[in-house]
């Protein structure tokens, strides 16, 4: 993995962390321990599939770059139905609040989108791969041979 790729993953990562910590200790407060615990489940759900999307779809588009798109939309759907497999495995289960759990879910999913918004807009990413010829000096087009 590139380093930017590992800097803008980090620039993701960390809001979403804190975002989860603020709301398992919102969710402690109000709730209870079992909302602290569901906010930190959740939280750890959303990195966890969101940092792995990011990973494969910069291999994707590195290595299959024609893929990209149909990838990431069959990335979405494989994380939709991730969670969706999650959410009936736990469906009845007494070891986290479900509301904190879901409330939880989307804050830290959306606080992944706007951080990774962010950390994109802010990257310096170079339009043309820079030449791979080292030393060779570049032809002048406007030069006759």
């Known amino acids: 993995m590139r380093s930017d790729d590992v800097r803008s993953l980090l620039q993701t990562a960390?809001?979403?962390?804190a975002a989860g910590a603020i709301?398992?200790?919102?969710?402690?407060?109000?709730?209870?321990?079992?909302g602290a615990v569901g906010s930190?489940?959740?939280?750890?759900l959303v990195i966890l599939f969101m940092g792995i999307g990011f990973v494969v779809l910069q291999r994707t588009a590195k290595s299959?770059?024609?893929?990209?798109?149909?990838?990431g939309l069959m990335l979405y759907a494989a994380q939709i139905l991730l969670l969706f497999v999650f959410l009936a495995v736990f469906?009845?289960?007494?070891l986290f609040h479900p509301r904190a759990?879901?409330?939880?879910?989307?804050?830290?999913?959306?606080v992944w989108i706007g951080a990774?918004?962010?950390?994109?807009?802010?990257?310096?990413?170079?339009?043309v791969e820079p030449d791979s010829t080292k030393g060779e000096k570049p032809e002048n087009p406007g030069s006759k041979s």
């Open 14 to 17: 960390v809001p979403t962390a």
């Open 23 to 34: 709301a398992a200790v919102i969710s402690g407060l109000v709730v209870g321990g079992k």
């Open 40 to 44: 930190v489940v959740a939280t750890v």
């Open 64 to 71: 299959l770059p024609h893929l990209f798109q149909a990838m």
């Open 91 to 94: 469906k009845n289960t007494t």
């Open 101 to 110: 759990f879901a409330i939880t879910l989307v804050a830290a999913t959306l």
């Open 116 to 127: 990774q918004t962010r950390a994109h807009m802010k990257a310096k990413i170079l339009y």
